[in-house]
Structures are given as C-alpha cells and as structure tokens.
C-alpha cells in the first residue's frame, strides 16, 4: 500500500514537472509569436512586440535559425545585444514594421546570418559597418525612406545590380525620391589604400620602410594590421599618407602579412604586403630514431630560400634512393619538419648522422646518433626506440601496434593464469595424489613457483 501512494506521490510530481515546463516555455515565446524548434514568427499586429523574444534557455536559442517579423507597429529597433544568443541565426525578416534604428553591432554574434530582409520600414540611413563580418547573400532594403546621404552610397556600390532588381529609391532634398543607382555625390568617394613597395624581399637584418598612400572622400582613417612583430618598428603618419618604418627585420617575422586599411562612411579598402625575410638555414631540431611504418630520424629547419638538405653517415654522404630519402612532411612554426625515411635498416646503418642543410645565404650542421640493429658478429643490445609523433610534439608515445601487443600478452597471461589456477584445484581436490603441491607464491613473486615432489 505504502509502495503504491510513493509510486503515485512520484507520478505526480512529475506531472508537476511537465506542466512548470510547458508553462515557462510559454512564457518565454510571447503570446503575438510562435516559437517551434528553429523558428521564431511573430505576426499578430495586435498583441505586437516592442523587441526580440527572449526565450528560456541559451540552448533553445542556439536552434533557432530563421526569425520572422511582420506587421510589429511597436517594433522599432535592433540593439547591440538583442540577438546576442542567436547564434545560429541564417534568416532574419523584420517587415512591415516600424524599424528605425540598427545598431552598429546589432548581429555581431551572428555569423550565420545570410539572409536579412527589412523591407517596408522606417530606415533612412544604415551603415556598411553593421555587415563588415558577415557573408551576407540577400540584403532587401526596399520600402524604406533611406536618404540620397553620402552614408547609404555604399548599398549603391556594393548591391549594384541587387539595387536595381529591388528598385531602390532615396530620398532627395525637397523630397524627391530617385533611384538609388543614380546616386552621385561629389564628396562621396569610397576610399583607397595602396601599399608600396608591393614586395618585400630583403635579407634578415635590413631596414625597410611601407608606404601607405590612402584617398577617398570624407577623408578615410588609416589603420595598419599586422600579426605582432618581433622586429622593432615605428608608425609616422602625416595626412592621408603613413609610414611603416621596420627596423633590423628579423627572421622570425618572415611570412608575416602587414596591411594598411583605409575606411570612410562610404566603405573601406586595403593592401597588403607579405614580408619575405632571406635568411640562413638553422637546424632547430634533429632527433633520435624512432619506428613508425619505417624508421625515422626527424629533424626540423628554417631558412629562406628552402634550404637544400644532405645527409653524411660517419662522415660519408649518403647516397639517397627508393630505401632512404628525405621527406618534408610539413611547413609550419616557420620551419620546415621532416624525416630521413629509412627502409627495413640494418646494422649497417647504424652510425652518426650529420643533417646538411645549405641555402645561398648560409649553412647549418647537426648529427645525432641512430642505432637501428644489433650487430649480429658483435655483443650490445638492441636499443628500444621510443615512438615519435611529428605532428603533436616530443612526447614519446606506445606505439598503437605495441598497446595491442600489450592487450595480447596480458590476454595470454590472464587464460594461462585461470587454467593454471584450475589446474592447481584439480589437482587439490582431484584426490589422486600422484604429483603433490608443496607450495606455491602468487601474485606478489612472479614467477609462480611450483615444487613438485
Ligand atoms: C536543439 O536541436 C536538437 C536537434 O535538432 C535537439 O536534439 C535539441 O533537443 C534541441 N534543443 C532545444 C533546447 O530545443
Ligand atoms: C548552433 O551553433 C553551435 C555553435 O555556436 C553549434 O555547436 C550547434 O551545432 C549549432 N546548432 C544547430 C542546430 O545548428
Ligand atoms: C500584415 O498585415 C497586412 C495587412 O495589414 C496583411 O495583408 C499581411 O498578410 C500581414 N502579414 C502577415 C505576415 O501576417
Ligand atoms: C532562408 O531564406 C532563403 C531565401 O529565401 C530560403 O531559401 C531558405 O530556405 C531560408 N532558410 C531557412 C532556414 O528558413
Ligand atoms: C521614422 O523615423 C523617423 C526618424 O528617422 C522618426 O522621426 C519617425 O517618427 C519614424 N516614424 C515612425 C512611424 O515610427
Ligand atoms: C560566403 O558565402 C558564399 C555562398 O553564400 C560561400 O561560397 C563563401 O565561401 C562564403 N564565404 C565565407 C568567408 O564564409
Ligand atoms: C598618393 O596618391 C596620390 C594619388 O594617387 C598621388 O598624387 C600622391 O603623390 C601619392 N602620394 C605619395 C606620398 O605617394
Ligand atoms: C639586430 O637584431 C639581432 C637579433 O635579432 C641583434 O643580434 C643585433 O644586434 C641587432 N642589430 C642592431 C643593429 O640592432
Ligand atoms: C636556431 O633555432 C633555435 C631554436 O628555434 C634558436 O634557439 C636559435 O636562436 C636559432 N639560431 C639562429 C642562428 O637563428
């Protein structure tokens, strides 16, 4: 009896839990919208919305992929956080409404977003910026009383003949409405930026200066990027021109990208130049052996050109071919990580090796000992090499063939192990007395010591 009431007692907590549950989803999704799984539409004129649903959890909010607003006479704004957990977001459609205002980061969240309708509302002006991050691919901005200001040029250049098929008006001075593609305004010029020299090529050491010449009307601000930079470096800019003085490149900063952008209300424009530092090959790193599918003496070197790489063993060149080569696994950290691939090795090829690496520019050496095989007319052991990922780091690893091998082994042992143990109670309680056990040691002396008599 008493089982059954705690039973009971149990179901209708739980239905307890189911009605809190459909009652605080309701209460999330505002009476005027309906929420499903990925969708969001809020529709009713009525019981309008004055701002984006919040619903129950971030969870329910990251499925969210298509928002849908129509006919929100109260819905006026996109703030900076109002679609902030949205970030799943593809479609968003705000129409026939009141919108006035997009804030400047109003989808910085949401990368997703491709589709943005805004049609039939109260915008006059919208700037480029709100869309800079985005992969935006249908932008519909008719039905909107936008300006014939300096600040909407860019939907002219950028949505061209986009601007065309959705007929887009402006509004002039005196209230004329024109076509948005016919939208010329003298003071209104997309900016440009233009870096020079546009190639840089230098030995490691020199100095360097970028120029950075920008125009474009109102006057653009001019912003260098760049990776951080090991070299020294100074930034003079006077007007519409900067300098980029770089002092004693060094060779840590080969490859490094550095751009000059210029931006104005009508859009932005940059250049960039790659730093192509010549330099020295130096061998940060040759190691010890180790067996993959084949052996391996892994090595890793910078240099610019690509320095040219030999082997010696005792001093001798090695003569490379389909048994034994060089292989250039990956460029990355800024050097160059590979391998001397060696075939089924023998003793033979057990030695001192010497990494050349050369390039015009320079040379570097380093030799590491490998041992591959026991010799068999001599003595010695044979040294246990210990696996090497290239691409993690130096962290020695079980191979995944040896851990099989391990599992295989302790199966072994546990099979053996259980007959032996078998064997020890027949023979204990079997009652023929033939072979006795005098004793025997388990689990702490291996190996299992067995006397017979
Ligand atoms: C989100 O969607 C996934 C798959 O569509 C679903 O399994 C999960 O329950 C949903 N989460 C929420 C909170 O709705
Ligand atoms: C939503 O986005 C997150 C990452 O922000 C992702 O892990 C998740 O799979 C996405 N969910 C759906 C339904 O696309
Ligand atoms: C919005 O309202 C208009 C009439 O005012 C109606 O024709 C239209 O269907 C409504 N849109 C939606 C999506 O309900
Ligand atoms: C998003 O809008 C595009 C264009 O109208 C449509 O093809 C697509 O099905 C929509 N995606 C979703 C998830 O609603
Ligand atoms: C439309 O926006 C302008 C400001 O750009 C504002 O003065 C006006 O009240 C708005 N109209 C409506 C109907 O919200
Ligand atoms: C932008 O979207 C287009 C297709 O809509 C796609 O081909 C392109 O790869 C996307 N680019 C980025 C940077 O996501
Ligand atoms: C910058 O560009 C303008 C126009 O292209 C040119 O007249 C001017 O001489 C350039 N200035 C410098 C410092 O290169
Ligand atoms: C240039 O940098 C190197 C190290 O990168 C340093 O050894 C050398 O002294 C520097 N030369 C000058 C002139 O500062
Ligand atoms: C060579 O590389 C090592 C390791 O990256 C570094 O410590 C050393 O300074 C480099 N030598 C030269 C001459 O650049």
């Given at each position: ?28 999704c ?14 009713d ?8 649903p ?64 805004l ?170 052996a ?106 020695p ?27 020890l109670v ?17 689990f702490?002396?291996?190996p ?6």
């Amino acid at each position: 009896m008493s089982a059954f009431r705690r039973g009971c007692g149990v179901s209708l907590l739980g239905f307890y839990w189911v009605l809190m549950e459909v009652w605080s989803i309701g209460a999330a999704c505002p009476a005027s919208c309906s929420c499903s799984g990925t969708r969001i539409a809020c529709v009713d004129h009525e019981r309008g919305i004055m701002a984006f649903p919040v619903l129950q959890s971030e969870m329910e909010m990251d499925n969210i992929t298509d928002i849908y607003i129509a006919n929100q006479s109260r819905f006026s704004s996109i703030n900076d956080k109002d679609l902030h957990y949205y970030r799943n977001l593809t479609n968003l459609t705000v129409t026939n409404s009141r919108l006035t205002y997009v804030s400047r980061l109003a989808f910085q969240n949401n990368l997703r977003l491709q589709y943005l309708n805004l049609k039939d509302n109260n915008l006059s002006s919208l700037s480029w910026r709100i869309f800079r991050h985005l992969n935006i691919s249908n932008l519909i901005l008719s039905g909107n009383p936008l300006h014939c200001s300096c600040e909407n040029m860019w939907m002219k250049l950028w949505m061209a003949e986009e601007a065309y098929t959705q007929d887009l008006k402006c509004i002039a001075e005196g209230g004329w409405r024109k076509p948005l593609t016919s939208l010329n305004l003298p003071h209104c010029v997309v900016p440009m930026a233009t870096l020079s020299p546009s190639k840089v090529k230098v030995r490691e050491g020199a100095n360097v200066v970028l120029t950075c010449n920008t125009s474009g009307a109102p006057s653009p601000e001019l912003i260098w990027n760049m990776t951080p930079l090991v070299s020294n470096y100074e930034i003079k800019t006077s007007g519409q021109v900067s300098e980029l003085h770089l002092y004693n490149l060094s060779s840590l900063d080969n490859n490094c990208k550095i751009t000059c952008s210029a931006q104005n209300i009508v859009g932005e424009h940059e250049s960039s130049v790659v730093l192509d530092i010549l330099f020295p090959p130096n061998i940060s790193k040759l190691s010890d052996a180790y067996q993959d599918h084949h052996w391996c003496i892994p090595f890793s070197v910078s240099g610019n050109p690509q320095p040219e790489l030999r082997w010696l063993l005792k001093g001798v060149p090695v003569t490379e071919g389909p048994y034994i080569f060089t292989q250039i696994h990956d460029f990355s950290e800024k050097e160059y990580h590979g391998c001397l691939q060696l075939d089924s090795p023998t003793h033979i090829n057990n030695g001192p090796y010497t990494l050349l690496a050369s390039n015009v520019y320079g040379k570097d050496q380093k030799t590491v000992e490998a041992h591959f095989m026991r010799n068999p007319f001599e003595g010695g052991t044979v040294t246990e090499p210990l696996y090497y990922d290239p691409t993690t780091d130096d962290t020695p690893l079980d191979p995944p063939e040896d851990r099989v091998a391990v599992y295989v082994v302790v199966g072994i042992a546990v099979v053996v192990f259980t007959g032996f143990l078998l064997m020890l109670v027949f023979l204990k309680f079997g009652g023929n007395s033939k072979f006795g056990i005098k004793g025997f040691v388990l689990f702490q002396n291996i190996p299992v010591e067995v006397v017979g008599r």
